[in-house]
């Protein structure tokens, strides 16, 4: 099948713009290819900080509603800072834009499965067919005790409304939207093909994904309401602080649990706990969804949250697996001079720097 995600067929341009719309900051990697890597030319980061002060405050949430003139202001202001000649763009949607579902399939060539998937669509998508986007990802097969064979197949489906959104946003802002994709695809590309079974857990400021990946490939990926933000507002109610000031806090404390920074710690751990306890109940679905799949070896840890101090060690004590954070930079060349912020973008800039990939 067609992706019908991709607008324009792929030209020799220079660069293509990865451009990360989160739910309270937008992320832009320019990315072309240098040899036999990618090369990260430039990057922009802007983030809204209104969120913290008011909760309800989003630049897009999982109803479906985008601030349009928002998003088109932050995204000309951060193009503009960054100097950028590319305009062509590849922007990603969060899961809570697209209906995602697991199909299972006996043995079929492409064309079958592409009729049946049309079929089968209007069981799980809650809109006519004529008004979204479809594409299918096999993400798994295996033969069943019985020894009938099976495949499992992600369904994508995209209002077409919400990509129409999308194009006039980037239009409006001056770029050109080549092809949009949903995160954990981006995530899974940016980890490459390491066969490890991994979770990657991507902690955002208002939502966290569970993205469960096998042989280099997506297999699932789910999300929730609860990311780094309600760490914030807890340390902002308890201490009795400017969120402005709390979110200084948190990045100065993390979670480390000894000296200066328990009481802090006290505070925001059971908040990260509900996070954690998400994950884990994303792991069982997956289990009940893929019974044949193998469990996860790793955690992988992304996301603004995966920054937190301490996290690795409490994330890996309370899901029991090891953990560590995200490493995105390790396939790409970039400036000597980004060198010390490394540490940092690692867990920030995934998203960004998989869509600029996939441009080139």
């Known amino acids: 099948m067609e992706n019908p995600l991709n607008f324009l067929k792929r030209k020799a341009f220079p660069s293509y713009l990865g451009v990360d719309i989160g739910t309270t900051s937008i992320k832009v990697a320019e990315v072309k290819t240098t040899g036999d890597r990618p090369e990260l030319l430039n990057y922009g980061i802007l983030e809204s900080s209104g969120y913290l002060a008011r909760e309800n405050q989003a630049l897009q949430t999982s109803s479906l509603k985008i601030f349009e003139s928002e998003i088109v202001d932050l995204l000309k202001t951060v193009v503009r800072e960054m100097g950028t000649q590319a305009k062509d763009a590849v922007?990603?949607?969060?899961?809570?834009?697209?209906?995602?579902?697991?199909?299972?399939?006996?043995?079929?060539?492409?064309?079958?499965?592409?009729?049946?998937?049309?079929?089968?669509?209007k069981q799980y998508v809650p809109l006519p067919l004529a008004e979204v986007a479809l594409d299918w990802l096999k993400v798994a097969e295996y033969t069943d005790e019985k020894g009938f064979f099976h495949q499992k197949i992600l369904l994508i489906s995209v209002p077409q409304e919400q990509i129409k959104k999308y194009q006039s946003m980037f239009a409006s802002a001056g770029l050109t939207l080549r092809a949009l994709e949903i995160e954990s695809l981006s995530m899974t590309r940016i980890l490459g093909s390491d066969p490890t079974p991994t979770l990657v857990v991507d902690?955002?400021?208002?939502?966290?994904?569970?993205?469960?990946?096998?042989?280099?490939?997506?297999?699932?990926?789910?999300?929730?309401?609860?990311?780094?933000?309600?760490?914030?507002?807890?340390?902002?109610?308890?201490?009795?602080?400017?969120?402005?000031?709390?979110?200084?806090?948190?990045?100065?404390?993390?979670?480390?649990?000894?000296?200066?920074?328990?009481?802090?710690?006290?505070?925001?751990?059971?908040?990260?706990?509900?996070?954690?306890?998400?994950?884990?109940?994303?792991?069982?679905?997956?289990?009940?969804?893929?019974?044949?799949?193998?469990?996860?070896?790793?955690?992988?840890?992304?996301?603004?949250?995966?920054?937190?101090?301490?996290?690795?060690?409490?994330?890996?004590?309370?899901?029991?697996?090891?953990?560590?954070?995200?490493?995105?930079?390790?396939?790409?060349?970039?400036?000597?001079?980004?060198?010390?912020?490394?540490?940092?973008?690692?867990?920030?800039?995934?998203?960004?720097?998989?869509?600029?990939?996939?441009?080139?």
């Not at 922007?91 to 079929?119: C, G, H, N, T, W």
């Not at 096998?214 to 933000?229: I, K, P, R, V």
């Not at 400017?242 to 908040?271: C, D, H, Q, W």
């Not at 840890?301 to 937190?308: E, F, V």
């Open 91 to 121: 922007a990603s949607l969060p899961l809570f834009s697209a209906f995602v579902s697991v199909l299972d399939f006996p043995r079929m060539d492409p064309k079958e499965i592409q009729q049946a998937i049309v079929y089968q669509a």
């Open 203 to 360: 902690i955002g400021s208002r939502s966290t994904s569970s993205i469960f990946l096998e042989n280099g490939g997506l297999m699932w990926a789910t999300q929730s309401d609860y990311g780094g933000a309600s760490l914030t507002q807890a340390l902002a109610s308890s201490l009795s602080i400017n969120p402005l000031r709390a979110e200084e806090l948190k990045k100065e404390r993390g979670v480390l649990g000894t000296g200066p920074s328990y009481e802090l710690s006290t505070i925001m751990l059971p908040f990260l706990d509900v996070i954690l306890n998400e994950v884990k109940k994303a792991q069982f679905l997956y289990g009940q969804q893929f019974p044949s799949a193998r469990k996860s070896e790793r955690v992988v840890l992304a996301g603004g949250g995966a920054n937190l101090l301490g996290i690795e060690n409490y994330v890996e004590r309370s899901i029991g697996l090891p953990t560590v954070k995200i490493a995105p930079f390790t396939r790409f060349a970039y400036p000597p001079e980004m060198e010390p912020l490394i540490p940092e973008l690692n867990a920030v800039l995934p998203l960004a720097l998989g869509l600029g990939m996939k441009g080139v």
